[in-house]
C-alpha cells in the first residue's frame, strides 16, 4: 500500500511532458509564455509606444480597433488590428542590427496573412500625423470587402437567373 503512494506521490510532483513543439519541458505551453512577455512589454513599453497607443487605443483612429502587444504564433507583436489584419511595428536602434531577423518575422507574420507596417521610433515621435495618415490609408486599401447586403427580395431573385 506505502509503494503505490509513493508511486502517486512522484508521479504528482513530475509536471506533465508538454505536447511536440509546445515547451521547454517545464508543462507550460508556449502560448502562456508569450501571454506574460506580453503583459512585461505592455507594461514596459517605450516613449513611442505609449505616443502611439494613445492615439490607437479605443478606437480612436478611423474606428479601427488596435491591441497591443498581441501574442501572434512565436512573436508578440506592437500593434494589431484584427480586422483588417494589419500588423504596426515600431522600431528603435536595435533593429538595425537585426534587419534579417526582422525580415524573417515579417515574412512568416505575412504568410499567416497579417500586412506588416514598419515605423523607426524617431517617426512615431517626431512625425506622428504621417504615420497616423499612412496607418488609415493602408487599412483602407487592405480591408477586406463588406459582406453580401443580404439576400434578394422575392420576386428578385428569378429576373437574376
Same mark, same amino acid.
Given at each position: 500500500?506505502?509503494?503505490?503512494?509513493?508511486?502517486?506521490?512522484?508521479?504528482?510532483?513530475?509536471?506533465?511532458?508538454? @505536447?511536440?513543439?509546445?515547451?521547454?519541458?517545464?508543462?507550460?505551453?508556449?502560448?502562456?509564455?508569450?501571454?506574460?512577455?506580453?503583459?512585461?512589454?505592455?507594461? !514596459?513599453?517605450?516613449? %513611442?509606444?505609449?505616443?502611439?497607443?494613445?492615439?490607437?487605443?479605443?478606437?480612436?483612429? &478611423?474606428?479601427?480597433?488596435?491591441?497591443?502587444?498581441?501574442?501572434?504564433?512565436?512573436?508578440?507583436?506592437?500593434?494589431?488590428? &484584427?480586422?483588417?489584419? @494589419?500588423?504596426?511595428? @515600431?522600431?528603435?536602434?536595435?533593429?538595425?542590427?537585426?534587419?534579417?531577423?526582422?525580415? %524573417?518575422?515579417?515574412?512568416?507574420?505575412?504568410?499567416?496573412?497579417? #500586412?506588416?507596417?514598419?515605423?523607426?521610433?524617431? !517617426?512615431?515621435?517626431?512625425?506622428?500625423?504621417?504615420?497616423?495618415?499612412?496607418?488609415?490609408?493602408?487599412?483602407?486599401?487592405? &480591408?477586406?470587402?463588406?459582406?453580401?447586403?443580404?439576400? #434578394?427580395?422575392?420576386?428578385?431573385?428569378?429576373?437574376?437567373?
Amino acid at each position: 500500500m506505502t509503494a503505490r503512494k509513493t508511486i502517486a506521490a512522484r508521479q504528482a510532483q513530475r509536471a506533465p511532458s508538454p @505536447l511536440r513543439g509546445e515547451g521547454w519541458g517545464e508543462g507550460v505551453p508556449a502560448s502562456k509564455r508569450k501571454v506574460g512577455l506580453a503583459k512585461r512589454l505592455r507594461r !514596459d513599453q517605450t516613449d %513611442a509606444e505609449r505616443t502611439l497607443w494613445f492615439r490607437l487605443r479605443d478606437r480612436r483612429l &478611423s474606428g479601427l480597433k488596435f491591441k497591443r502587444q498581441m501574442p501572434i504564433h512565436h512573436y508578440v507583436v506592437d500593434f494589431c488590428c &484584427s480586422d483588417v489584419r @494589419l500588423i504596426v511595428e @515600431l522600431d528603435g536602434g536595435q533593429h538595425g542590427v537585426c534587419a534579417e531577423a526582422d525580415a %524573417a518575422r515579417t515574412k512568416r507574420l505575412e504568410e499567416l496573412g497579417y #500586412l506588416v507596417l514598419r515605423f523607426w521610433n524617431n !517617426d512615431v515621435l517626431t512625425n506622428i500625423d504621417g504615420v497616423l495618415e499612412t496607418i488609415v490609408s493602408t487599412a483602407k486599401q487592405h &480591408s477586406p470587402e463588406p459582406p453580401h447586403p443580404g439576400p #434578394l427580395p422575392h420576386g428578385e431573385r428569378e429576373k437574376c437567373a
